[in-house]
């Protein structure tokens, strides 16, 4: 029995699809009916590696109820590989509450396969910043099929998963944020081949950086039905972060569907690894300009060297700490990096002008215009002029907020202070505690290859809705 059931999965790799598949079809009366756990485990893995999509029922019936562990994790594995989406709530299901731990391993794994499809097929659609139009109408078309309020803002969007509040009535749950951007940095040219597998990653063109931590919101806003969660769910996808601050268009949602403000909380996608980064440092850019006198190299006492005008700024700064600061029961480090210096004209002229770009990283216990004013005087003590070109808040951790409190009870996760900017800064700005948690590797943002774990997608889809459900 078993050799010939080996035959049959050979063949069915190899035979093309057909309309009426006798091999499926004896295949799925087998795995419905044959009282052999072999026959019945051989059937499931014969359905998957025939692609026959019209199993699915079966294989996901077969890892509810079947007796036979080995046929449970067959059926888990048939599901992963027809990538079929209408076997989620199956493997989902088995992944929490079966009660043989190698079955709960491979529906999670199975459930990871498929969130890996899905961050593959957005993948493959390239968007990098200012490029986003095509999608957004592909998201848009996935969302209005499912949800019935959907809203489009330039090219982003924002899902109610669950009916919007009443104009002048209270919520009667909370209401959760989760939000992402689905641009990328442009794309690198090697790859644009399209994404693909390397062992247990998926590489693809914003894989970590976000389109991952997309995948996840779209696949819990299906699969988890308002009755089964403590809160109302909106989904956020905008457009243009990866650019300057003023460009972003989580301003332009924001200002257009205010109802977000109320959100109790936000959830950045950000690629964290799955831990909670809470709150983030601030950002400010500025160019300080040094004025000098031009002259003779060789004789530069007739002229005033911009460039050695700079020097005892750059000189504090070298000698500069970075400053400590608590937010939210975490460490912020707030540090003053010289990014870029430019002066002079020729090799044999003292130079009239010095140009430096400051970064100011400051901590979340210091506002903007308490940042501002810091340079401000810090050019004026060495007798520069500033200007500001990139102007961006900083973010509180949050650490001791209700919602957050209780995402850490009931997922485990470790909580870090986030050493970098990201837009949970803009929503607080407007009101919205927000924290940063998602699947993707932070050091592969904006990198060659860039990949994400693919068991992570399948990590943080369970931290996600752990949290959410009631």
């Not at 020097?311 to 970075?322: H, M």
């Not at 903007?368 to 004013?373: K, P, R, Y």
Request: hydrophobic share 45%; charged share 20%.
């Amino acid at each position: 029995m078993s050799l010939r059931w080996a035959l049959l999965l050979v063949v069915a790799a190899a035979l093309p699809a057909l309309a009426a598949d006798p091999v499926v079809e004896r295949a799925l009366a087998a795995l419905q009916d044959d009282s052999s756990l072999k026959v019945r485990t051989q059937a499931a893995l014969v359905l998957g590696a025939r692609g026959a999509r019209q199993a699915v029922p079966a294989l996901g019936h077969a890892l509810a109820g079947d007796e036979a562990p080995s046929v449970r994790i067959a059926a888990a594995a048939a599901l992963a590989r027809l990538g079929d989406l209408a076997g989620r709530d199956a493997l989902e299901a088995a992944s929490r509450v079966d009660p043989d731990a190698a079955v709960r391993a491979a529906a999670a794994k199975a459930l990871s396969e498929l969130l890996a499809g899905r961050t593959a097929s957005l993948c493959g659609c390239l968007s990098p910043i200012g490029e986003e139009r095509v999608l957004c109408d592909q998201v848009e078309a996935w969302a209005s099929a499912r949800f019935p309020h959907v809203r489009r803002v330039k090219n982003s969007l924002v899902v109610a998963v669950d009916p919007p509040s009443v104009p002048g009535h209270a919520r009667a749950r909370p209401l959760v944020a989760l939000c992402g951007h689905l641009d990328t940095v442009p794309v690198h040219e090697s790859d644009r081949g399209g994404p693909r597998r390397d062992g247990g990653r998926l590489v693809g063109p914003g894989a970590s950086d976000m389109k991952g931590g997309l995948a996840l919101m779209m696949m819990v806003a299906e699969a988890l039905p308002r009755a089964e969660r403590f809160c109302d769910l909106a989904l956020v996808l905008y457009s243009r972060e990866e650019g300057p601050y003023l460009e972003n268009e989580l301003e332009d949602v924001l200002g257009a569907a205010p109802e977000l403000k109320a959100a109790d909380l936000a959830i950045c996608l950000e690629p964290t690894a799955n831990r909670l980064q809470l709150g983030c440092v601030g950002s400010i850019h500025a160019t300080v300009t040094f004025a000098g006198r031009a002259a003779h190299s060789a004789r530069p006492w007739q002229g005033v060297n911009a460039v050695h005008r700079a020097g005892a700024l750059l000189a504090e700064l070298n000698a500069l700490p970075p400053r400590q600061a608590v937010s939210g029961g975490h460490v912020f480090h707030e540090v003053l990096t010289v990014t870029r210096i430019e002066g002079g004209q020729a090799r044999n002229v003292v130079p009239e002008r010095c140009t430096l770009n400051l970064n100011f990283r400051f901590a979340p216990d210091k506002t903007l215009e308490e940042a501002v004013a810091e340079l401000e005087a810090l050019a004026r003590r060495h007798g520069a002029e500033v200007a500001f070109t990139d102007l961006s808040p900083a973010c509180p951790a949050y650490g001791d907020h209700p919602l957050v409190r209780r995402l850490l009870e009931r997922t485990g996760v470790e909580a870090e202070p986030k050493q970098a900017w990201t837009d949970v800064a803009r929503l607080a700005l407007h009101g919205v505690p927000a924290v940063n948690l998602g699947p993707g590797e932070p050091s592969q943002a904006h990198q060659r290859g860039e990949w994400i774990e693919v068991a992570a997608l399948g990590r943080g889809y369970r931290i996600l809705e752990a949290f959410l459900r009631a």
